[in-house]
T-cell receptor
Framework: AQKITQTQPGMFVQEKEAVTLDCTYDTSDPSYGLFWYKQPSSGEMIFLIYQGSYDQQNATEGRYSLNFQKARKSANLVISASQLGDSAMYFCAMREGPSGGSYIPTFGRGTSLIVHP | NAGVTQTPKFQVLKTGQSMTLQCAQDMNHEYMSWYRQDPGMGLRLIHYSVGAGITDQGEVPNGYNVSRSTTEDFPLRLLSAAPSQTSVYFC?????????????FGEGSRLTVL
């Protein structure tokens, strides 16, 4: 069974609008971390945001926020005020912690986001 | 300011040939890992290491070999290349148990096996 599920292969958004990219995860480890990475067409992997399982507040980094719903095991990425440069692949990832996890993240299959002018 | 350095960036092999993808990091990270990226499959973990002398298999280890003799280096060896190993390979490092465990990636190596 997949540990990270991204159900949206592709998403389209109008410039300046907000968009939510979905991510659900599966773990029995009480200590885990959730990440989002961006991969533009140039191919590099860019870290966007991190949420720890014990963090009380949703993580935010500039225009990026992580909507963390622990009971639903979801960690959606919200991009506010989309820009043309946000067009890229977005990957959700999870690393599991000391209860048998390796601390090495596993990744979802990604969501391709296209921002229209 | 190098971070994670992977070489080569591009490589074409014939079936049956062997090669080594090099990976080095200068951040004194204990954790290093290799992923392969295929269209529609995301990044899949091949092998990882939690410190010098310690390696373990990931999700897709068959056909690959690793070793970790120093903290800095984590080479990935293809013993007998197959067309199914055509992919983009990423090396990454992290602090592991510290600071959330954010991965720092190399630029990727695109491998084609004919």
């Amino acid at each position: 069974a997949q540990k990270i599920t991204q159900t949206q292969p592709g998403m389209f958004v109008q410039e300046k609008e907000a968009v939510t990219l979905d991510c659900t995860y599966d773990t029995s480890d009480p200590s885990y971390g959730l990440f989002w990475y961006k991969q533009p067409s140039s191919g590099e992997m860019i870290f966007l945001i991190y949420q720890g399982s014990y963090d009380q507040q949703n993580a935010t980094e500039g225009r990026y926020s992580l909507n963390f719903q622990k009971a639903r095991k979801s960690a959606n990425l919200v991009i506010s005020a989309s820009q043309l440069g946000d067009s890229a692949m977005y990957f959700c990832a999870m690393r599991e912690g000391p209860s048998g996890g390796s601390y090495i993240p596993t990744f979802g299959r990604g969501t391709s986001l296209i921002v229209h002018p | 300011n190098a971070g994670v350095t992977q070489t080569p960036k591009f490589q074409v092999l014939k079936t049956g040939q062997s090669m080594t993808l090099q990976c080095a990091q200068d951040m004194n990270h204990e954790y290093m890992s290799w992923y392969r990226q295929d269209p529609g499959m995301g990044l899949r973990l091949i092998h990882y290491s939690v410190g010098a002398g310690i390696t373990d298999q990931g999700e897709v280890p068959n056909g690959y070999n690793v070793s970790r003799s120093t903290t800095e280096d984590f080479p990935l060896r293809l013993l007998s290349a197959a067309p199914s190993q055509t992919s983009v390979y990423f090396c990454a490092s992290s602090l592991g148990t510290g600071s959330g465990g954010e991965l720092f990636f190399g630029e990727g190596s695109r491998l084609t096996v004919l």
